[in-house]
Every structure is written in C-alpha cells, then in structure tokens.
C-alpha cells in the first residue's frame, strides 16, 4: 500500500514573527520585516553596498541547558528552538524521537559564519593570546550539519540525519528529502527544514555580484520588490523553519492533527551555469514535480514563487510559470515580506502558504506596484483575497543551477 | 598561586562558565555533573588561561585522566611547580 506523508507540526522564527498569530497578522497587514542592518562589524559593513536586511529583531526566550547551548551556533539556537516546538506541538514521546524511526532532515548555508570567524581569527594570528586558540566547540557550532546533529543531540533522535546544504533550496530539499524518506518506508516522520543566522558574508556575496538591492537602504521596507517594474534585486534575511513531517497512518494512530499533506517533490539541476536561472531548468522541474503528485496544472491553485527579486530570475520563473501553467493559479512572492531567508527560505513559504490555506486567504506580493511587463504573464496576486488553497506549490531554486518544487494539498 | 587560590578560581570557572554551582570536590565530574569531553577540552582552554601559558599535547593528555575538581587542582599544582622548577 502507498504511503502518504501528512504535515503534523510547525513553526517559524522569521522578521515578521515567530510564530501564527504574528507572522499571519503581518502577511494580512502588509508588514515588511525588512530593516536595516542590525549592528554595524566594524570591516565589512563599510564595503556593502546594500544595507537592508530581513531582520529578526525580537527577543526569543531560549530555555535550552548549557549541555546543550555549548554546541549552538546562533544558527543552532534558532533550529533547535523550532524542532522543539514542533516536537512539543506534535506531542512526541522521548520514546518515540529515541525509537529509530523518526529522523531529522535540516541545514543552513554554510552552518554558523559568526563562529567560524573565531577559527579564522586564529588561523590568520595564531599568536593572539601567545598561542594557538582554537576553542574545543567551535567546530561543532559552526560546522556545516551543525543544525541537524544539534536537534538530533538535544532530543535523543537516533533516526537517519539528512543535511542538505544547497544554499536557497537547503529546506526544500529537506523537506523533500524527509518526504521521500517516509514515502519508502525508511522512516515514520521526520524533522524537516533549515535555518540561517544574521550574517553580512553572506550579503557581501550577493552584492558582489550587483544582485542585491541598493536603491532602498533609505526605505527598506520598500524592498524587495518581486516582479515590479523598479526591483532592484534581493534582499538577504534570516530566519528558521521546521515542519514535522509523518507517515498518515503513523499520524492517525495517535491522533494527530494534520495540517496537510505533502503530495509532491522534485529536484532537478539546470546542468549548467552556477549562478544564472534557466527557464528550462525549471520546467522540468515544475513537470517532474507535477508528475510526482500525479495532478495536472490546472489542478494548482496558487504557486508561491522563489522570486528573489533579481532582474533577471523573477522574468525566468515568470516564463517557466507562464509555459507548465498559463495565467491560471495565484502567484505571491512571499520573500516580498520577508527578504531572502536563504537556506530557510523553502520551509517559511511552506509554513505562509500552510497559515493562507488554513485562513481560506491568498496574500499579495508586497511591494508589486507596478508589474514588470516581461513578467506580466502570470497571474500576480495584487490585493488579499478570500480564495481557497487547495493544492500549492512552493518553488526555490538555488546557486549551482538547483531547482526544486514541492506540492502540499489541504487536508480536509 | 596558592592551592587556595586555585580551588577557589576552579570553582568560580565551574560556576560561571559550566553552570556546576557548589560542587563536591571529590564528586566524579561526568557522572555527578554530566561533565563530557567537550567540557574537559573547554576547561582546559580555561586551565591555560590561569596560568597564562599553553599546556603541551603531553599535559593534555594526562589531563584527560582527571574525574574531580580536587584532580583538577593538583594538575595545575603540578604544572605550576614543574614550571617554575625549570625556570
């Protein structure tokens, strides 16, 4: 018998809100949690040309014990405090995160930049302090899978660890992956998503290729701008999401509530260029995709885009949209709100789209004031409405040429 | 330092940076305080501080044979003195 795999749990830390009621109350609202950068380094910063960030100004309330915490990167801090809310909504026992069927598929960009700063801080003067300083946990908060083996150390999760690390596609493909891992039967839930702290190094990659915004450091909030006529590129944030991801019948059996359920993944790679979107690429993606949920296009209802606000990906994602589906679902580019939470950025469009099929809502793309006619050929969600989801599909592409599509459908 | 100097900063580190509050300085560190290697390795870190000077691979090591605070203090001890011996 096929297995199906249901969304049970979720969470998000994200710049407009940690948590529902606040993130949905800024969707509706129109807020933009974009500001400018928070605390000025005193050597990068100064070279940026873009100073607007996607921010997470809010204290979060962490009650993790330092056997814990000396592990945890900020980037760790903000993954565990989402899997630990998902495993409390979920109501899992230790024994069952300890039973060798519940595994963890999670990443970030490149684990915890903040901390790897220390290492390089000795590699380039091993005689500060008058010897070699190193510290013993640096490593382990700052490594690459350090998300995923810091929630599998803190909740006794001995199931199978996944730790994609594909820069923007890192939770799609973690939610995919985790998918994938309970649809063939190698496990009965998993933990997925990912996480990306505050971090300049990572827009100073972004601005050194002229793709980030720089037009709207006086108004930030007026930035991004997906698909408008006056974008001037991306705007890099931070952000965590988790989702608990479970086998139906699994979920039934303790009465779990569903959210909605996963009905379709697919990967595929451009083959090509690294950095440049190819429209091809991406409709393959889309048709796999498609092909995996067994639906045809006209049975999507709503398409939240990766649309990062670049020249040239949003018109590449408008023209792969316009050719797998015409003008029929509604497009939002929710990182309109949020800034480009990079390796996060799969699972919190996951969770804004779970939160308007919940609400019976569609949010527009914040910021579209006036349609870029090379992207005028899909249908742009230009004012919030009352519409029902019934099958979404997220996309995120990613540096590298990799391209992924997920298909979650409400549960009714 | 004094043996009294020494006890009395371990104990201050133990508090302040592994959240170990009154401990019992015989007590086995990992099976009383859930002090793991990580820890060790930190408080070495900690351990060079107070003497103002790195410890070698040699010392390293046998430190890793340390249980409980008192051993702790009678490292440093005998560091302190070997290297004042060969000054």
């Not at chain 1, 990572?202 to 037009?215: H, K, P």
């Not at chain 1, 949010?363 to 969600?381: G, Y």
Request: glycine fraction near 8%; charged fraction near 20%; include cysteine.
């Amino acid at each position: 018998m096929e297995r199906r795999v249901v969304i049970t749990a979720e969470s998000a830390i994200t710049p407009i809100g940690h948590g529902k009621k606040d993130i949905i109350n800024n969707l509706i609202n129109g807020v933009s949690g974009v500001k400018n950068l928070k605390n000025e380094d005193n050597v990068l910063s100064k070279y940026l040309h873009s100073n607007v960030f996607g921010v997470i100004d809010y204290d979060i309330a962490y009650e993790f014990p330092r056997k814990f915490t000396k592990t945890l990167g900020p980037v760790s801090f903000y993954a565990c405090q989402v899997a630990k809310e998902v495993i409390e909504q979920a109501g899992l026992t230790q024994e069952q995160l300890s039973s060798g069927r519940i595994g963890v598929a999670y990443g970030s960009t490149h684990g915890s930049p903040s901390v790897q700063r220390n290492i390089y801080e000795a590699f380039f003067d091993p005689t500060r302090k008058g010897y070699t300083k190193i510290n013993a946990t640096d490593y382990l908060k700052s490594m690459v899978h350090t998300t995923a083996v810091n929630i599998t150390r803190m909740f006794g999760i001995t199931g199978r660890v996944i730790s994609s690390c594909t820069a923007c596609t890192t939770a799609s493909q973690s939610i995919g992956y985790g998918y994938e891992s309970i649809k063939f039967g190698m496990q009965d839930a998993m933990i997925c998503g990912a996480a990306d702290e505050y971090d300049t190094t990572t827009i100073a990659v972004f601005d050194n290729l002229l793709a980030c915004s720089t037009a709207y450091n006086d108004r930030p909030h007026l930035t991004p701008r997906p698909f408008d006529v006056k974008r001037d590129g991306l705007v890099v944030g931070e952000g965590a999401g988790a989702l608990l991801l479970e086998e139906l019948e699994h979920a039934k059996k303790r009465n779990a509530t569903i959210l909605a359920e996963v009905i379709g993944f697919s990967c595929c790679n451009n083959g090509g260029d690294l950095i440049l979107p190819n429209a091809e690429g991406v409709k393959s993606t889309i048709k796999t995709g498609l092909d995996t949920a067994r639906i045809n296009p006209v049975d999507v209802d709503f398409i939240s885009a990766h649309a990062t606000a670049t020249k040239v990906g949003d018109i590449v994602e408008a023209q792969a949209i316009n050719a797998e589906y015409g003008k029929g679902p509604l497009v939002t580019g929710l990182k309109s709100y949020i800034g480009h939470t990079m390796s996060s950025c799969g699972v919190l469009e996951v969770i804004f789209t779970l939160y308007m099929m919940h609400d019976n809502i569609i949010v527009p793309t914040l910021n579209l004031d006036e349609v870029d006619p090379r992207c005028d050929i899909i249908n742009h969600t230009r004012a919030l409405q009352e519409s029902e989801i019934n099958i979404a599909s997220i996309h995120n592409f990613a540096f590298g040429g990799v391209n992924t599509s997920l298909f979650i459908k409400k549960w009714k | 330092m004094t043996r009294e100097q020494i006890v009395a900063s371990i104990v201050k580190l133990l508090e302040e940076e592994f959240e170990i509050v009154n401990p019992d300085l015989d007590a086995n560190l990992t099976e009383k305080y859930e002090f793991d290697s990580i820890d060790a390795i930190a408080l070495l870190e900690h351990v060079e501080d107070i003497i103002a000077a790195p410890l070698t691979q040699a010392e390293k090591k046998e430190a890793m044979e340390i249980r409980t605070i008192n051993q702790i203090c009678d490292f440093i001890d005998g560091i302190m003195e070997k290297r004042n011996k060969s000054r």
